[in-house]
T-cell receptor, first 116, second 110 residues
Framework: GAVVSQHPSRVICKSGTSVKIECRSL??????MFWYRQFPKKSLMLMAT?????????EQGVEKDKFLINHASLTLSTLTVTSAHPEDSSFYIC????????????FGNGTRLTVT | SQQGEEDPQALSIQEGENATMNCSYK?????LQWYRQNSGRGLVHLIL?????REKHSGRLRVTLDTSKKSSSLLITASRAADTASYFC??????????FGQGTRLTINP
């Protein structure tokens, strides 16, 4: 089955620093990747939709300058949390799509970000 | 909530029993998908049911969809301890965008 690799799985950083999270589709070309945020025991909140070669589309309330998304190739999207603060601590999950409607998404294993 | 509702929020049953989780939504859908998440991990796709389908099976899983009531259910038969996880429904909109429900935390007691 399709594999999506997300790295790192855990990261601890100090306030004010930036953190980059990578999402790679290992065995298929992902025309679209999605970035989600999940709080403890809560649902996944879509942050942005990332299309290869174009600017990401952010959901309402998500600061695009805070959460920089780059999708430079069909197999890699990155999310950079800039000037991280403790309230940015969360579980971030990416997913990748083949680009066809009515087909499932493939998810990475998530990144646990802790900002101290 | 735009995300829709899932119930119950938590479910604890004995191994071997069946587990039923329900999902309701408010807007039109292309499809309804169910995912499983083990603690601290990503999501694993279980079943996708299209808006013109009413029931789908996969192993011990059975999903129903009632578009007139805007609801879906996931049934896990003969539950096992390894089924312990959170289960999310997600409504598929255009361009692969998914909106997730709140999830049901399922605990299977041995």
């Amino acid at each position: 089955g399709a594999v999506v690799s997300q790295h790192p799985s855990r990261v601890i950083c100090k306030s004010g620093t930036s953190v980059k999270i990578e999402c790679r589709s290992l065995d298929f070309q992902a025309t679209t990747m999605f970035w989600y945020r999940q709080f403890p025991k809560k649902s996944l909140m879509l942050m942005a939709t990332s299309n290869e070669g174009s600017k990401a589309t952010y959901e309402q309330g998500v600061e695009k300058d805070k959460f920089l998304i780059n999708h430079a190739s069909l197999t890699l999207s990155t999310l950079t949390v800039t000037s991280a603060h403790p309230e940015d601590s969360s579980f971030y999950i990416c997913s990748a799509s083949h680009g066809q409607d009515n087909s499932p998404l493939h998810f990475g294993n998530g990144t646990r970000l802790t900002v101290t | 909530s735009q995300q829709g509702e899932e119930d119950p929020q938590a479910l604890s049953i004995q191994e071997g029993e069946n587990a039923t989780m329900n999902c309701s939504y408010k807007t039109s859908i292309n499809n309804l998908q169910w995912y499983r998440q083990n603690s601290g991990r990503g999501l694993v796709h279980l079943i996708l049911i299209r808006s013109n389908e009413r029931e789908k099976h996969s192993g011990r899983l059975r999903v129903t969809l009632d578009t007139s009531k805007k609801s879906s259910s996931l049934l896990i038969t003969a539950s096992r301890a390894a089924d312990t996880a959170s289960y999310f429904c997600a409504r598929g909109q255009g361009a692969q965008k998914l909106v997730f429900g709140q999830g049901t935390r399922l605990t299977i007691n041995p």
